[in-house]
Nanobody, 126 residues
Framework: QVQLVESGGGLVQAGGSLRLSCAAS????????MGWFRQAPGKGREFVAAIRWNGGSTYYADSVKGRFTISRDNAKNTVYLQMNSLKPEDTAIYYC???????????????????WGQGTQVTVSS
């Protein structure tokens, strides 16, 4: 029903930048909260950022606040994650996800998201 495809990952030096994209198809993209999560080797999936359906509200993990920016273009069915001042500890597979429930809050738990992309690898060298 919903397909999410991430792109934009790669290898970057510490202090560098990357912009991830997540293209959605299937059910109406513009109606749902979109989120980014990441998973480092040997660790659980971690919330990174999320954005409400109209882009009016965003929420960030403390570890990325001030360095990462989430945005969306509903006309293009795409959500972005601009990552600046990257650190080696940002190394992970980054996943986008969509929440199809009507909530008053922005969910930060992975179980509250319904559809997931396949992930894109981000590696930050020191």
């Amino acid at each position: 029903q919903v397909q999410l495809v991430e792109s934009g990952g790669g290898l970057v030096q510490a202090g560098g930048s990357l912009r991830l994209s997540c293209a959605a198809s299937g059910r109406t993209f513009s109606s749902y909260t979109m989120g980014w999560f990441r998973q480092a080797p040997g660790k659980g999936r971690e919330f990174v950022a999320a954005i409400r359906w109209n882009g009016g509200s965003t929420y960030y993990a403390d570890s990325v606040k001030g360095r990462f920016t989430i945005s969306r273009d509903n006309a293009k069915n795409t959500v972005y994650l601009q990552m600046n001042s990257l650190k080696p500890e940002d190394t992970a597979i980054y996943y986008c996800a969509t929440d199809h429930d009507s909530r008053r809050y922005i969910p930060i738990i992975s179980a509250e998201y319904d559809y997931w992309g396949q992930g894109t690898q981000v590696t930050v060298s020191s």
